[in-house]
């Protein structure tokens, strides 16, 4: 059975999509730590990330790169955190959030948004990565 990020990235379960190509999905975190909370999956389903093979590993974390640099754009910060856990939903993720200081990357501690913020906030990230990454 699909699971629920491959449903995401087939469009059968919405999501604030931030950025897509035909491999790859990037969306943000429903249950964010911080706003900008973005999830990046590959398409084909791998529960852990470092049974992907390298190469498509390589185009994976390279995809992961292109969306955190417009996501540091749309969310001015001072970096861009990277985590990989996949405790909760088997299908490779890595989580990018923007960050001034630790306390950003305590998964402990959630943020709630309006919908309309995170339909906003997916917005401004889809617009700085089309723009990073025109033809
Ligand atoms: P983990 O597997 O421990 O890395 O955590 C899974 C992450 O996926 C959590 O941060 C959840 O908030 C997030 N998540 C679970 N379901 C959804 C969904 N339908 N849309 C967006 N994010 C989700």
């Known amino acids: ?3 629920i990020f491959s449903k ?3 469009g059968e379960i919405p999501s604030y999509k931030v950025a897509a190509d035909d491999k790859h999905y990037a969306f943000l975190d429903i249950n964010p730590v911080a706003p ?3 999830l990046v999956i ?3 389903e791998t529960d852990y990330i470092f049974d992907i093979d390298d190469k498509e590993y390589q185009e994976y974390t390279l995809f992961a790169k292109r969306v955190a640099q417009a996501l540091k754009e749309a969310m001015p910060c001072k970096r861009i955190g990277v985590a990989v ?3 909760e939903v ?3 993720h890595i989580h990018l ?3 001034n200081s630790e306390s950003d990357m305590n998964f402990k501690s959630k943020v709630t948004l309006p919908a309309e913020e995170m339909e906003a906030i997916a917005a401004a990230i889809a617009k700085k990565f089309d723009e990073l990454n025109k033809a």
Do not use: D, N, Q, T
């Open 1 to 3: 059975m699909a699971s």
């Open 8 to 10: 995401i990235a087939a």
């Open 36 to 38: 900008g909370h973005v």
């Open 42 to 44: 590959p398409r084909k």
């Open 85 to 87: 856990m996949g405790l």
């Open 90 to 92: 088997p299908h490779a």
């Open 97 to 99: 959030i923007p960050m």
